[in-house]
């Protein structure tokens, strides 16, 4: 029988008094840092990232992340507390979506290249296909068949320390990637295909031509 986490490890933590033995209570300027909507200083963050990564829980509980790329600002600001996401095409496969189906809440993270603070923003997401809505997210006269729509609720800029440590923007601290493993190595046991490496890594190749604009 598979042992759970508590049994595996010593001294859990489980609650709220026990984690603040632990790291203390916030200074006032994290606690307080928390608003309610889109003000200017979080819109020219989002106008200027190409970047965000939305978080969405399934019907079972179950949690995942999705990362979302476009030119710099490509999620707009319907107004301050709107957000839209276009959805380009991919592998529709569409986890995030099957999950808003499920349950509405969504996270997002916002990155912005050389920037080393991030913004958080949390709320509910709707799948709309609003015609002049998609039309106004046209990329390469490409129109989304599908736009996620948020309801903000909280914002938050996350201090800079995470991207202190790991370096993030700095290329020439970046860890030597040449010797580890394709996508399609590990497609091909992950899916128990039966296809070769070379065979896959075209299929894959040849996807992301034709899918991306």
Same mark, same amino acid.
């Given at each position: 029988m598979?042992?759970?986490?508590?049994?595996?490890?010593? *001294?859990?933590?489980?609650?709220?008094?026990?984690?603040?033995?632990?790291?203390?209570?916030?200074?006032?300027?994290?606690? *307080?840092?928390?608003?309610? %909507?889109? /003000?200017?200083?979080?819109? !020219?963050?989002?106008?200027?990232?190409?970047?965000?990564?939305? #978080?969405?829980?399934?019907?079972?509980? !179950?949690? /995942?992340?999705?990362?979302?790329g *476009?030119?710099?600002?490509?999620?707009?600001?319907?107004?301050?507390?709107?957000?839209?996401?276009?959805d380009?095409?991919?592998?529709?496969?569409?986890?995030?979506?099957?999950?808003?189906?499920?349950?509405? &809440?969504?996270?997002?993270?916002?990155?912005v290249?050389?920037?080393? &603070?991030?913004?958080?923003?949390?709320?509910?997401?709707?799948?709309?296909? *609003?015609? /002049?809505?998609?039309?106004?997210?046209?990329?390469?006269?490409?129109?989304p %068949?599908?736009?996620?729509?948020? &309801?903000?609720? @909280?914002?938050?800029?996350?201090?800079?320390?995470?991207?202190?440590?790991?370096?993030?923007?700095?290329?020439?601290?970046?860890?030597?990637?040449?010797?580890?493993s394709?996508?399609?190595?590990?497609?091909?046991?992950?899916?128990?295909?039966?296809?070769?490496?070379?065979?896959i890594?075209?299929?894959?190749?040849r #996807?992301?031509? !034709? @899918?991306?604009?």
């Open positions: 598979t042992k759970s986490l508590e049994q595996r490890f010593s *001294d859990p933590v489980t609650t709220q008094d026990q984690l603040r033995d632990v790291l203390g209570t916030p200074s006032p300027i994290a606690r *307080d840092k928390v608003i309610d %909507h889109i /003000d200017s200083y979080c819109a !020219e963050f989002i106008e200027h990232a190409p970047f965000v990564v939305l #978080s969405t829980r399934g019907e079972r509980g !179950e949690m /995942d992340l999705s990362p979302r *476009d030119p710099a600002g490509f999620v707009k600001i319907i107004d301050e507390r709107t957000l839209a996401v276009p380009r095409l991919g592998n529709n496969r569409a986890d995030t979506f099957v999950n808003l189906l499920a349950n509405p &809440e969504i996270g997002l993270i916002f990155l290249p050389g920037k080393r &603070e991030t913004l958080r923003v949390s709320g509910k997401g709707l799948l709309v296909r *609003d015609g /002049d809505l998609r039309a106004s997210l046209a990329h390469k006269d490409k129109v %068949h599908l736009v996620l729509v948020v &309801e903000v609720k @909280r914002v938050m800029f996350q201090c800079a320390k995470c991207m202190v440590r790991s370096k993030l923007w700095q290329p020439d601290s970046w860890a030597n990637v040449s010797g580890m394709s996508l399609a190595e590990a497609i091909k046991v992950h899916s128990q295909l039966q296809e070769s490496v070379a065979e890594d075209e299929v894959i190749t #996807s992301s031509a !034709e @899918r991306l604009y």
